[in-house]
Nanobody, 128 residues
Framework: QEHLTESGGGTVQTGDSLRLSCLTS????????MAWFRQAPGKQREFVAA????????YYTDSAKGRFTISRNNDKSTLILQMNSLRPEDTAKYFC?????????????????????WGQGIQVTVSS
């Protein structure tokens, strides 16, 4: 059974960095769009960042631009989210997600319904 497993969360202070990893159960996921979403307490889950098949095909929510970087390690079948200059408003449970359709270029990166595989989520807490 295919699955995604997040790691790397924790509690940090404002301005610190964290590196989230999402280990996939199959290298097949490395061909599909993958993304990070997050959900803060009392709020709806929101899009953070996504990557397509090629490294230059990435998308970010406005608050993540310039601070977060999404990438893949294809050899390790892992999706990564490098988060720098963390802020208290980044506090949330972060979810890794994967689609199951191959796209050569653009894809529905922020549409949750396009992602058919989800991890259990991992907590990130940023204290002020």
């Amino acid at each position: 059974q295919e699955h995604l497993t997040e790691s790397g969360g924790g509690t940090v202070q404002t301005g610190d960095s964290l590196r989230l990893s999402c280990l996939t159960s199959s290298r097949t996921f490395m061909r599909y769009p993958m993304a990070w979403f997050r959900q803060a307490p009392g709020k709806q889950r929101e899009f953070v960042a996504a990557t397509g098949f090629t490294p230059d095909n990435t998308y970010y929510t406005d608050s993540a631009k310039g601070r977060f970087t999404i990438s893949r390690n294809n050899d390790k079948s892992t999706l990564i989210l490098q988060m720098n200059s963390l802020r208290p408003e980044d506090t949330a449970k972060y979810f890794c997600a994967a689609q199951s359709t191959f796209y050569h270029s653009s894809f529905p990166y922020a549409d949750e319904s396009s992602y058919h595989f989800w991890g259990q989520g991992i907590q990130v807490t940023v204290s002020s």
